[in-house]
């Protein structure tokens, strides 16, 4: 069965840390996403990676950053942890098929700043 | 800039009964893909339903329909013979069309701000 696999489920962190969100999928799929979900806005787009060592804003990128150095992996990093930051982080794979198919989406990490 | 609005913050629906949920997007792209996304209390987001704008034939899956109305930009799911397993939080997602090789960009989904549905007995 193919998956997206977040190594936490639920995280709890002190503010000023830098916090590490790991995800693995094994569809060997080329792009990779990081949302974040908060009630009433709905899934936020933090940063994409469409290919090894690339990686693209999303629409909410300030205080983080992200890494890509293998296919199957895209890690999301919290510089500097805030409580703006508690969130839920969603990470999201998917094939380079010109958009026809829908994202195969990881569990989600629970993440609270205190 | 794409924007998807969901307006029905909650619904409710009884067993056995029909909801819709509505979805009205933006964008100037004349070839996309909208999705219904379902993600229940285990937070796994689970893919309903696919749209692609250059059919006019809306799409169906057993008991979960689309009624696509591009002129109007308007793409609401209809849950038939509702089930207790259908009480979830449903997403309505927009993606533009890509081309080429590297369809980085176009392979952003957009996402509403979500619709909780609970089915009650």
């Known amino acids: 069965d193919v998956k997206v696999t977040q190594s936490s489920r639920y995280l709890v962190k002190r503010t000023g840390e830098k916090v590490f969100l790991e995800c693995v999928q094994d569809?060997?799929?080329?792009?990779m996403f990081w949302y974040r979900q908060d009630p009433g806005l709905g899934l936020r787009l933090i940063y994409f990676?469409?290919?090894?060592?690339?990686?693209e804003k999303g629409d909410i990128p300030e205080g983080y950053s992200v890494s890509r150095e293998k296919k199957e992996r895209f890690s999301l990093i919290l510089e500097s942890a805030s409580t703006n930051q508690t969130s839920m982080y969603l990470c999201?794979?998917?094939?380079?098929?010109?958009?026809?198919?829908?994202?195969?989406f990881g569990s989600g990490t629970r993440l609270t700043v205190v | 800039a794409q924007t998807v609005t969901q307006s029905q913050p909650e619904m409710s629906v009884q067993e056995a009964e029909t909801v819709t949920l509505s979805c009205t997007y933006d964008?100037?792209?004349?070839?996309?893909?909208l999705f219904w996304y379902k993600q229940p209390p285990s937070r796994q987001m689970i893919l309903v339903i696919r749209?692609?704008?250059?059919?006019?034939q809306n799409a169906t899956e057993n008991r979960f329909s689309v009624n696509f109305q591009k002129a109007a930009k308007s793409f609401s799911l209809k849950i038939s013979d509702s089930q207790l397993g259908d009480a979830a939080m449903y997403f309505c997602a927009y993606r533009r069309r890509g081309g080429g090789l590297n369809t980085g960009t176009a392979s952003k989904l957009t996402f509403g701000t979500g619709t909780r549905l609970q089915v009650t007995l």
């Open positions: 999201a794979s998917s094939a380079t098929d010109r958009g026809r198919r829908g994202y195969t």
């Open positions: 990676s469409y290919d090894v060592k690339m990686k």
């Open positions: 964008t100037s792209e004349s070839d996309y893909y």
């Open positions: 569809m060997d799929h080329e792009n």
């Open positions: 749209q692609e704008a250059y059919k006019q």
